[in-house]
């Protein structure tokens, strides 16, 4: 029995260095093309499972896993099988199905609370079904359209979250052909308000420039030629507040104590408008740290 026991272990020991061996490690950029670690927004690490499939983690640069996929070949260029996307706060983000390296199946996207943001069915990498759309925080249907080679076709149909009618739109090969527009009150608006995302109040160029404004870089960091960027994630409600503010840590604890006091500083946006109506919406800032020369 110990003989046995010791060859099973043998085994299992040849196994893991021969997957180590395997392992591949590969930095990207934030359009995920391979670059130098210095300049890296994420990392994968890729390796094949015991029936050739190759196996793809990527993970940002502080070891949060951003993403598991499969692949046929080596190179990571043909993509099979289940992948799954995940938030910053490693709540699952988008889950689907990959056939010849086109997307298939039924396709799920997640707000990061882990509610249920949209899903529907694609074909060769397009929407090709009836997509159903929730509201943030209340699992209510916000919206449904028909999708056919994945373009939008014939009546669309937006609610409040009160369940009336807020939007009815025709479409023809992807292009609005009529709209009609409604109160809570169920009246026509004849004149709706353009749809727009949460943003900076004044515009994101002044964002832009209240940044340059506040941030102070840590002079220490700066001497030693650091660079940084925090990630900031949050909630626009529909009055403008900001809520449920997280953020994604560098390893620099004077870069994260100076954006989050720079962030602090924003107290209000322009909430978002989707389909006529105000919403809550996710976002997603980055407060870089970045040396000019």
């Not at 709540?91 to 997307?103: H, L, P, S």
């Not at 900001?242 to 720079?262: M, P, S, Y």
């Amino acid at each position: 029995m110990r003989k046995l026991t010791t060859i099973i272990l043998l085994v299992l020991l040849s196994s893991n260095l021969l997957l180590g061996q395997d392992t591949i490690t590969t930095y990207l950029n934030r359009e995920n093309r391979k670059c130098s670690k210095e300049f890296a927004i994420y990392f994968r690490k890729a390796y094949p499972d015991s029936s050739g499939i190759w196996i793809a983690k990527k993970y940002h640069m502080n070891g949060q896993l951003r993403m598991i996929g499969k692949y046929s070949d080596k190179k990571l260029k043909k993509q099979v099988g289940t992948v799954i996307l995940y938030h910053y706060n490693g709540e699952i983000a988008e889950t689907g199905q990959y056939i010849d390296n086109k997307m298939a199946g039924i396709w799920k996207r997640y707000y990061t609370n882990g509610d249920l943001q949209s899903v529907g069915r694609k074909t060769n990498d397009k929407k090709d079904s009836i997509w159903t759309f929730y509201n943030i925080n209340s699992n209510k249907v916000f919206g449904k359209v028909n999708h056919i080679k994945g373009k939008a076709e014939g009546e669309s149909k937006w609610y409040y979250e009160s369940g009336k009618i807020c939007e009815i739109a025709i479409y023809k090969n992807d292009k609005i052909k009529s709209k009609i527009d409604y109160d809570e009150e169920g009246n026509i608006i004849k004149i709706a308000e353009k749809d727009c995302q949460a943003e900076f109040i004044g515009g994101n160029n002044n964002m832009i420039l209240f940044l340059q404004q506040k941030l102070k870089y840590p002079e220490e960091l700066q001497l030693q030629g650091k660079e940084g960027v925090v990630l900031f994630h949050f909630i626009v409600r529909k009055d403008g507040k900001i809520d449920d503010i997280e953020f994604q840590k560098t390893a620099e604890q004077l870069f994260n104590h100076e954006a989050v006091r720079v962030f602090s500083l924003i107290k209000n946006m322009k909430p978002a408008r989707d389909h006529g109506r105000i919403v809550d919406q996710e976002c997603t800032w980055p407060i870089a740290f970045r040396l000019t020369y």
